[in-house]
């Protein structure tokens, strides 16, 4: 079985003055109050676990509420790419940064995936109720076609055919784990809207409470 590599070529050039390298990387703090907003807009509460629950074990970010009741839990994740951004740090004035790379995005996703599942697993692991990882995606240049083709190992082309590009993952690294969510949720930051969703459909009751809640048609759901 084939398996695509996709590469990325970014050149640019470097004119800033030299200066310490800047820390980087995901931040889910900042993007936890877009979900709550989202969630609010869906007529559910978001409350964080404790300092004093999170000090005893792993947790995920939000309990979710429903006129008071237990809902779900949610995970929220933030993809971002900063590689050009810290070359670009690092670089002298007027000094050459990039080129190509493998792409890292399945392989990012993947793991995102992975520790959001040991997190949930944590606080819901008989999966009472539904599971939600809700990514907040900051790279330009990843989309929620990435996600899909993380999950399902394929590349949807536009004239409805699936191609295996990514089985190695879909069915190595995260094969059982996926199947612990309940929803993912794709927000993309720069469009400021969510751009879809994947459903594992395990446990039918937690997807027929998902669709009523954010009024999801189960008959749109592509299988």
Same mark, same amino acid.
């Given at each position: ?5 996709g $590469?990325r070529?970014?050149?640019?050039m470097?004119n800033?003055p ?8 995901p931040? =889910? *703090?900042? %993007?936890?109050p877009? #979900?709550?907003?989202?969630f609010?807009a869906?007529g559910?509460g978001a409350?964080?676990f404790? !300092?004093? =629950?999170?000090?005893? +074990?792993?947790t995920?970010?939000?309990r979710?509420l429903? %006129?008071? !009741? ?7 994740k933030s993809?971002?790419d900063?590689?050009l951004d &810290? =070359? ?7 000094? $050459?940064? +990039?080129?190509?790379?493998?792409d890292?995005?399945?392989?990012r996703? *993947?793991g995102?995936?992975? &520790?959001a599942?040991?997190?949930? %697993?944590?606080?819901?692991?008989v999966?009472? #109720?539904?599971n ?9 240049a ?7 083709e993380?999950?399902t190992? =394929?590349?949807f082309?536009?004239g ?11 069915? +190595?690294?995260? !094969?059982?784990?996926?199947?612990r969510?309940?929803?993912?949720v ?6 400021a809207? #969510?751009?879809g969703?994947?459903? +594992? ?8 409470? $998902?669709? %009523?809640?954010?009024?999801l048609d189960r ?5």
């Open positions: 079985m084939a398996v695509f590599v $590469i070529n970014n050149i640019f470097s800033k030299a200066k310490p390298a800047q820390q980087r990387g931040d =889910e *703090s900042r %993007d936890l877009i #979900v709550k907003g989202f609010a869906h559910l409350a964080h404790t !300092k004093a =629950e999170t000090r005893v +074990g792993r995920p970010d939000f979710l429903r %006129d008071g !009741k237990l809902f779900a839990y949610c995970e929220v993809p971002r900063d590689w &810290k =070359e670009l740090d690092q670089a002298e004035p007027m000094q $050459i940064v +990039g080129g190509g790379r493998p890292p995005t399945f392989n996703l *993947s995102l995936i992975w &520790k599942v040991s997190q949930l %697993d944590a606080v819901n692991p999966r009472d #109720v539904p939600i990882l809700f990514f907040v995606n900051h790279d330009d990843s989309s929620y076609n990435d996600l899909l993380t999950l190992g =394929e590349f082309a536009e409805g055919t699936r191609y295996p590009t990514m089985k190695h993952i879909s069915e +190595g690294r995260i !094969k059982d784990a996926k199947y969510i309940d929803a993912y794709w927000y993309d930051v720069q469009e809207k #969510v751009e969703w994947f459903f +594992g459909e395990e446990t039918p009751a937690h997807l027929t409470a $998902i669709c %009523d809640v954010f009024k008959s749109q759901i592509r299988r």
